[in-house]
């Protein structure tokens, strides 16, 4: 027996093979399909006890050696274990009894044990390399991380971590091993619960599941940043959690960004509902002067058709010739307040740079007054 080849502790047995003729095909090619592990079968040797043609024409292609008989195996150097399969137990019996001390032999359900347990190795191989495959993999993630990721047990303490300034704090990784969550990230002695903060860690070893919360965090420069604190169970065969995975994230940031962009929208929405107000007022006001400027129009108008109308008829009104003196006058009156009014509504548009002046508020409240009388009366004010 000896320790060979690229496997650490691999156990390697030079076998010898003693098997009917057609059973040899067979073992052959179980021993050739067994991957080398932590033990490893060699065969080196073939004895057929009968004949069978297709055995030795492959045993011949592998590069076996082939023996008339089984007597001529215990001659073979460095051989370690003849595995007696053809079910005679004379031959077994004489195989003990001839054999070197250095040599062992195995009946055939003994030999059936060595090559299950061959197979229990490979398997346990696979099995491992998985797991390898599997931590390298959670290794290069939790190095490739841009978030704080630690790995702790039951006990809120550290088990492993990546290199974020949120969680190391100025630490390096060895002085962090075993220390507490809430030392890690607020650098104090009680926990998140007891100090009425969600303690993430808790609720996902209450629950099972996954479970957030966000805490603001101060770094080694005294800046505090928010952060979201996620905890992720991690489960054994048996369904129970053994440690916890704690992700925290800095979404200082994006808080920034997503409250600039609500206050943005506030804006907007506030600009468009002032907009529609200012419209809706004009609509207002516009009736309002639209009304006002009409009936002094319509006086005018009633008062050059009643003294177009005596002009034609080549009459005088009642009154006599004074009655369209007194017409002209109305009218040149009604006309006048249409002016007033369009002159007080630019005055009120124009756009003057706020100064200090003295005013006549008894002129500014009857400017409002006039300017306003159609909403007043619709209002019944």
Do not use: W
């Not at 003295?358 to 209002?379: G, P, R, S, Y």
């Amino acid at each position: 027996m000896h320790s060979v080849g690229n496997f650490d502790h691999c156990l390697l047995l030079r076998v010898g093979v003693v098997a009917k003729g057609g059973r040899c095909l067979s073992i052959v090619r179980m021993i050739e399909a067994i991957k080398p592990t932590r033990l490893r079968l060699k065969l080196i040797g073939l004895a057929p006890t009968t004949p069978f043609a297709g055995s030795l024409k492959l045993a011949c292609n592998m590069g076996i050696p082939i023996y008339d008989s089984y007597e001529q195996l215990l001659c073979v150097d460095h051989l370690d274990l003849i595995l007696e399969m053809s079910g005679d137990p004379r031959i077994l019996a004489d195989l003990v009894t001839r054999k070197p001390p250095s040599v062992g032999v195995l009946d055939s359900h003994a030999s059936m044990l060595i090559f299950d347990i061959a197979r229990q190795y490979e398997a346990v191989a696979e099995k491992e390399s998985e797991i390898s495959l599997a931590s390298s993999f959670a290794s290069a993630l939790l190095e490739a991380s841009p978030d704080g990721v630690m790995v702790m047990d039951r006990n809120l303490r550290l088990i492993k971590s990546n290199n974020s300034p949120l969680i190391l704090r100025g630490r390096s990784r060895e002085e962090a091993l075993g220390r507490h969550c809430y030392e890690m990230l607020h650098d104090r002695p009680a926990r998140c619960d007891v100090r009425n903060l969600s303690c993430p860690m808790q609720e996902t070893l209450l629950t099972r599941r996954p479970s957030r919360a966000v805490h603001e965090i101060t770094t080694q420069e005294g800046e505090v940043r928010t952060c979201h604190v996620t905890c992720y169970p991690l489960f054994n065969q048996m369904g129970e959690i053994v440690q916890v995975v704690e992700v925290v994230r800095d979404i200082t940031k994006d808080l920034s960004e997503r409250i600039e962009q609500h206050a943005q929208a506030l804006k907007s929405d506030l600009a468009r509902v002032v907009q529609e107000d200012r419209l809706a007022s004009l609509g207002r006001l516009v009736a309002s002067v639209c009304h006002e400027i009409n009936n002094p129009i319509a006086s005018i108008v009633t008062f050059n058709k009643l003294i177009l109308s005596h002009l034609k008829e080549e009459s005088l009104p009642p009154e006599g010739a004074g009655a369209f003196a007194k017409y002209l006058e109305l009218s040149i009156m009604e006309a006048m307040r249409c002016g007033d009014i369009v002159k007080r509504l630019l005055s009120f548009a124009r756009q003057k740079h706020i100064e200090a002046v003295d005013v006549d508020l008894i002129e500014i409240l009857n400017t409002i007054k006039l300017l306003t009388a159609h909403q007043l009366q619709m209002a019944q004010v």
